[in-house]
């Protein structure tokens, strides 16, 4: 198995789901109020308050073969919005 | 101008919180309200303006100054974008271009509710149909500030996918702030006409609270704005420039316009704040999510770390004197 | 039945915030209260309902009415799960059928304080020990949903471990709104005994505040329920059906009952819609962690986004109507 | 070392957390509010107010011995009451 | 001592809400008050209580006994920590004893708050300049229990880099919770020279929910203290007798100042609430950060879990009792 | 590419950023809230209301380059304040 971490900002979230259900993966987990640094600069979660919002992290186990048609409907968002995406090893504990 | 009006305003428990959330930046204090307690203040000032603002329309009604105002108000949040637009153009792309000029054609709610607080202080009457103004106000900027993009940039957006126009409409009039006051706006008027016993037993929490509630949510953008203070080296002294001088200039078309419609002081000095508040709430989202490419640091902190704190500080009196001056006196 | 009542529920605060949640699932907005500013207000509500009835406990005493009224409420909390079970069996597994069962037979606490609010405005007094008997509803309908699941379905339970009684009884008795709720209820009454000057300053915050908050709440229950509309079609007609017309069946039987104890309209009023109210809260939870084979997103999809909304929108005018057609005129 | 991500309901936590310390793990952290989906459908945190919570992500950084203790005592949670366990490899910085 | 001003102050609202708590712990309940919003409670707190003690001392001025009572309470928060250090000593390393010096020379905001309100069940008037000297004595202790690690065991940290001496002065005067309490009792006093019209928009936040907020939070404060009980086994007999017979110790200190600056009963209780509390809040917060090497759940498990309760349930009646019997009966 | 999962008190967190900026990572992330165990105790949000606060839970992706630099700059604060460093492979999805 793989294990696929995204980190991009909350409003572009529905997006990525989509992505990730439209890929077959067979689940995902997701944590709001990131905060962070990358390319773009600094996100906090001051700006909470007016819809802005920060961060999340996705996280998605997933088989192998999975992962092409993630990253056809990942790496788009990513390249016009920003955010990073990783792949690791993982096998069932 | 009258310097005991901003002397009043600056000593009023609103801005005085408003300035402790600064110090505490300033001087390095961990005071920080966190998320998601200021989202419960926002959401809380929109419902109880809201519904104060329909329990007001609903016994004002919907004659007189009421269609007009609204009618120049909406007029404002699509011309303000394009003569912003021009003048920025000057120095940016296309991108950022439209989206500071989007913000500067919307409204910000609490600067408004802060100019309804200076108005009680002062005695001063205004009308509950500003309210609907409010709420109008904030999504023609949206629609005008993309149009821009797509007039002014469409050769460098090649791969960008076409706009999906149904997502960004309703972005622009069915996001939460416009959908929470709207509604709430709409609730106030029908609870007003068929349920006036319950009107009473809202007001405790709608009405009693307001003030407190609003005093302490300025405590948070003082904080929020003070740390956008700090974004400002980059944006550098022509768009610190263009906070201040833009709201000015748009707050003597304001002062005009609400001469032209015969405005009484009170809902005068709210047109004026409409026309020359920014918008870091709605706006910045809907730019963020459609024009990716304008650098949020930039508008944000425009609206939020400049005009946001000249408006509440000095602004408000100072159009007040504005009102004073150029309206004719009531005697 | 009374249509000037169902208008004057559909036009009071509460439910039309509730509207306005819905309409912003409905249309799409990105309108939320984040979590846990829910679980503020719903933290609030049962402290203060349970505060209130407690002072009125105190001046009424447990005289009359009261305890065979308490009595007859537990008594509906064991007798809905086992007929609601009969008849669900007819359709579903013994561990669906028993976690739906158990929901019903307990009830909604933000229901019955919407009723309070309705008898408000409508000027017909109620007493403080309805909300004792609100407290000891939540929790038999519990232990009777995990009998049921014991003795319906033992057979296909081989490796469940041996069900943890303490821990379930503890679930069912010491969840947090039982003892929110019952605590609170002991605390108001022994503040309105022994520390009567104390009660006055409580009062700004347990009743001023009360109907904004649930107004406010409300509103996230909308967006909630809404939410929830969507699973319905996982469930079908005939879980739908059942969401509606058990609500109606319980609250004929609650009504006679009512007529039986002698109750003032505005108490039986509020027995009925105990009687006719589902938990999407204590029950869920605790069907949820020791009925883990039944699937809570029919029981809570039920609850939530049929009977809840159905209640409060039609369902408390209606009880009414039926209350003033069966209860004897007390002129 | 290994890194153990546990995700699973947070009504479950503290059976969790008691298999962990059984274990012999020497630390464990743990984030709430975790929403997400899988063989059991969609978890929101929007039934917080209620009690039911949302789901917990659980990181264990642990030596290999201690995997099979704590296989054995989270498996028949997740069996039971869903949620999913991964392993992977980790080493300290 | 009065054996009925005890019972009075066990049956006040904000004491058995805090049982409450405790008793949810006990008995197992899962009843919390997730987090963030105990920090709006204390946020909220600390700021309605600052401001109300500037709106009073705007009217008393700093006459009087004003400047010698917290001269007095100065000086009570930089000697507390070095007797309470001689004595640990005879126990303990000289990290862990100068920490829990430095939290008990502190104050406790909630004890000081919930002593207030129950004064004014008492009808016991008292000043403003008392929240002034509540400010001023959260930060001393800090710095006094910093000098004692640094003369006390400088042999011991080697490697630790030299004390960064402005953090940690900011954390001792600019942490949020002195900030707040500052900032508030300034714009009080500013607004009510001022501004006295926006006062009374001010109150019913500031004031009129105060009694409510408080229970509120102490329902949590419960739970948390209740919590911290179970590390007391850590801590053992002798921490927990200094917890409860320092705080003894010092409220007899206090009595005998306070009939030296003649104060008046009300002001003599805060003074001496103020003596026998234990910070855990600002200090916990600055000694985790500058002396790690001492064991926080020592520091805050004594002054949250026994001292605090202690002062809460039977602390604030007995010392009342003492200032009864200490001070020259007015009459 | 490596991934780095630091877990340590929120109060040492503008150290802990400051070290990451120092070793120049091209970006972390931040989530707060973590609760957990440790050779330290118990951490759990109860005390948030007071400033203490809990754990949080640094991500950063970085080449291996930077781990040296990175390494230096947070030992001496896991060292003194508690708090966990791990390292494992990641590659761009
Ligand atoms: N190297 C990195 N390691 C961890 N998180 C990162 C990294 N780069 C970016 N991020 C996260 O991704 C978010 C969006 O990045 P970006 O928009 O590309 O600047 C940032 O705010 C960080 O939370
Ligand atoms: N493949 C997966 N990748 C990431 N998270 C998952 C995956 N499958 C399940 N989860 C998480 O585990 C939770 C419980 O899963 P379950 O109860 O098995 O549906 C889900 O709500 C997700 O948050
Ligand atoms: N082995 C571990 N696995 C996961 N998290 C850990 C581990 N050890 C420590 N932690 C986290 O790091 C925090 C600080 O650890 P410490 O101060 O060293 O006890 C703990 O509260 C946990 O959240
Ligand atoms: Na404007
Ligand atoms: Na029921
Ligand atoms: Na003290």
């Known amino acids: 198995m793989k294990r696929v971490d995204l980190i991009l900002s909350e409003r572009e979230l529905d997006a990525v789901i989509k992505a990730i259900d439209a890929a077959g993966a067979p689940g995902y987990s997701v944590l709001k109020h990131v905060t962070g640094k990358g390319p773009h ?9 007016s819809g802005l919002g920060a961060n999340a992290h996705v996280i998605v186990f997933c088989p192998e073969e999975v992962l092409p048609k993630l990253r056809q ?21 | 101008m009258d310097s005991s009006l901003i002397l009043q305003n600056l000593l009023s428990p609103p801005v005085l919180f408003f300035f402790l959330g600064v110090i505490a930046v300033l001087v390095g204090s961990d005071l920080e309200i966190p998320s998601p307690l200021p989202k419960l203040f926002s959401l809380y000032l929109l419902l109880a303006i809201g519904f104060k603002g329909g329990l ?18 909406v007029g404002m949040s699509l011309l303000v ?36 607080g200076f108005l009680e202080t002062q005695k001063l009457p205004f009308d509950g149909f500003m309210v609907a103004a409010l709420a109008l106000m904030e999504s023609p900027a949206i629609i005008v500030g993309l149009l821009l993009v797509k007039l002014a940039s469409p050769q460098r957006r090649p791969d960008a996918k076409e706009m999906r126009w149904q997502e960004l409409l309703r972005e622009a009039f069915l996001n939460s702030s416009v959908l929470l006051l709207v509604g709430s706006l709409v609730i106030g008027l029908l609870v007003a006409a068929y349920s006036p016993a319950s009107v009473a037993k809202m007001l405790p929490f709608s009405e009693q609270l307001f003030y407190g509630a609003l005093s302490f949510f300025l405590l948070d953008m003082g904080i929020v704005a003070a740390q956008r203070i700090r974004d400002l080296r980059e944006a550098g002294a022509f768009l610190v420039g263009f906070s201040i001088l833009m709201p000015l200039f748009n707050s003597l078309v304001g002062v005009l316009i609400s001469r032209g419609l015969g405005l009484e ?27 990716p490419e304008a650098n949020p640091s930039l508008y944000i902190s425009m609206a939020l770390g400049v005009t946001f704190p000249f408006n509440i500080i000095v602004g408000i009196p100072l159009y007040m004197t504005l009102v004073n001056t150029f309206l004719p006196s009531p005697g």
Not at chain 1, 76 to 89: C, K, T
Not at chain 2, 106 to 115: E, G
């Open chain 1, 41 to 49: 600069g600094l996100v906090s979660d001051s700006m909470d308050f």
């Open chain 1, 73 to 93: 409907g990942i790496q788009p968002l990513l390249d016009y919005y920003g955010g990073v995406a990783f792949v690791a090893e993982a096998e069932a504990l």
């Open chain 2, 56 to 73: 007001e329309l609903q016994h004002s009604g919907l004659g007189g100054q009421v269609l007009p105002t609204i009618a120049a108000a």
């Open chain 2, 81 to 116: 974008p394009v003569y912003s637009f021009l003048l920025l153009k000057l120095r940016f792309d296309g991108f950022n271009a439209a989206a500071i000029a989007a913000t500067y054609g919307s409204i910000s709610a609490v600067t408004f509710i802060t100019a309804e």
């Open chain 2, 265 to 291: 002081p009170g809902n005068a000095l709210l047109f004026v704040v409409l026309c020359a508040s920014a918008s870091y709430i709605a706006v910045p989202a809907a730019m963020r999510m459609t024009v």
